[in-house]
């Protein structure tokens, strides 16, 4: 079974599952790609589940290429970094004293909120 690693970051999932299932086509396993399809998506930590039930939902991952899925996964990704740096902006304008705004902008560097 194929699972997220704690740590790992989502590029790095995506390119073992291509190496995984690269060995398993030239090993002649063959998978159908809604299966192909439904393991990645199984894969991704719990943070994902939200994304996984809209792509299931609004995606068919019978017809979907690998790559489709994972062009998908990806833009889910950079939306989902990309509402957390406007939620820290928000914060950091909000802000009226300097010395808060750094702290702030300092606690989102330091936990990178947006990786």
Same mark, same amino acid.
């Given at each position: ?35 192909? %399809? #439904?393991? !990645? &998506? ?13 792509? *299931?939902?609004?995606?068919?991952? %019978? #017809?979907? !290429? &690998? ?13 989902? *970094? ?34």
């Amino acid at each position: 079974m194929f699972n997220h690693v704690l740590g790992e970051n989502l590029e790095m999932q995506l390119q073992l599952f291509i190496t995984l299932t690269t060995e398993m086509s030239s090993a002649e396993i063959v998978l159908p790609r809604s299966e192909v %399809n #439904k393991k !990645l &998506l199984k894969s991704l930590p719990r943070s994902w589940d939200m994304n996984v039930s809209v792509i *299931k939902k609004t995606k068919d991952l %019978n #017809k979907m !290429l &690998l790559a489709e899925t994972m062009a998908v996964i990806k833009a889910c990704d950079m939306n989902d *970094k990309q509402r957390v740096i406007r939620g820290v902006l928000v914060v950091i304008v909000g802000m009226d004293n300097r010395r808060n705004v750094k702290a702030v902008a300092a606690t989102a560097l330091r936990l990178r909120w947006w990786q």
